[in-house]
Structures are given as structure tokens and as C-alpha cells.
């Protein structure tokens, strides 16, 4: 019998914000949205919704969650959903839009698979309800991992990253359809 083959992930600096306590202590209401960037080494989409149910905090922790990668000239769309919790969802990026000072780009080697860190934040109170982490798919780490460095690369206009997302939100009536024409779409590990 063979044995299991694992591939060595980088280690992340520990998250030191806790489910009970504020995400930010410089703030205690959030407009509802969804945030992602890459930090301390690991992935984070950070989901600020308005009363979060018991439902959707538990399905948070444990429901199966996909991902994809959508990909508009300066904006980049990382593509989610939570299974009984939400359908597809996007939300735009683009790494000039994190303070130089914040900015870290993935350095996973190829084969390796990325963490993936999910917080659900409650906007009302800017309480964190629910934390997980999970791993991406080796393909789905080396996709992003390369449009980061491509955007870091290239020179930013704010105007034409805003018209990419407005172009990119036209042409696709709901995430679910921008999925469809996604560069890659795979499901979690963990």
C-alpha cells in the first residue's frame, strides 16, 4: 500500500482576532459587503452581513465551500459560495488596492495548496460570528497566485480597474453566470 502523498503548505502567522471579539478594534459597524486580499500568508475573504443567523454562522464553519477565479483586464473576481449558506458571490480585486505597507503577494511553490481563511463579521456590531480555515486546490492556488504578481507588476488606474468591474457586472447578470465563464472553479479542502 502507498502511502498518502501531502504537499508541504507555508506557514501562516496565527490570526489573532477571535469569533466574540471585534475584527477591527477601530471600528464597530461595516457596510455589508465582502473584502479579500492575501495576508500573512494565507488567503482571507473577510464577509461583513448584516445578523448573520445560526444557520448560516454554522454553515460557514462547516459547509462545503467552492471557488473561482474570474479574470477582467485590471480587476480580478475571486468567485465563492458556501453551500445552504450562499450561492455564488463575487468580489472584485486588484492588490494596489491594499495599502503598500499591508501588501504581501502569495509565494506558494507550484504543487503547493494555499490557506484559505473565511471570517463572518456581523456589520451591525463589527462582532466576528464565525472563523474557518480551509485549503485551495493546487490549480486554484498557482491562478491566483499569478494574477497577484500580474497586478503587481503592472501600473494601476483607479478609473480603469472601476470600469473593469462595472464592464465585468454588465455583462454578467449574477455571479453565478460570471462562474461560467471563469478561468477556474474548484472546490475546498477542509
Not at 477582467?72 to 455564488?88: D, K, M, S
Request: charged content about 25%.
Amino acid at each position: 500500500m502507498s502511502r498518502i502523498h501531502t504537499f508541504p503548505r507555508p506557514e501562516t502567522l496565527p490570526d489573532t482576532r477571535h469569533v466574540g471579539e471585534r475584527y477591527s478594534p477601530a471600528h464597530e459597524r461595516y457596510d455589508e459587503g465582502a473584502r479579500y486580499l492575501y495576508r500573512h500568508g494565507a488567503h482571507e475573504l473577510t464577509l461583513f452581513w448584516s445578523r448573520p443567523t445560526k444557520p448560516e454562522v454554522q454553515g460557514l464553519r462547516t459547509n462545503p465551500v467552492e471557488v473561482g477565479l474570474y479574470v477582467h483586464g485590471p480587476a480580478a473576481f475571486l468567485l465563492y459560495r458556501i453551500e445552504a449558506v450562499c450561492e455564488w458571490s463575487d468580489v472584485a480585486f486588484n492588490v494596489h488596492l491594499v495599502p503598500a505597507s499591508e501588501r504581501e503577494l502569495p509565494n506558494e511553490a507550484t504543487g503547493d495548496r494555499a490557506r484559505f481563511r473565511l471570517i463572518l463579521v456581523d456589520a451591525g456590531d463589527g462582532i466576528i460570528r464565525a472563523k474557518r480555515l480551509v485549503s485551495l486546490d493546487r490549480v486554484m492556488t498557482q491562478a491566483l497566485r499569478m494574477t497577484m504578481h500580474a497586478q503587481a507588476a503592472a501600473p494601476f488606474d483607479r478609473a480603469a480597474y472601476d470600469t473593469a468591474v462595472r464592464a465585468a457586472h454588465a455583462r454578467f447578470p449574477d455571479p453565478g453566470a460570471m462562474v461560467q465563464a471563469a478561468e477556474f472553479q474548484e472546490a475546498t479542502l477542509g
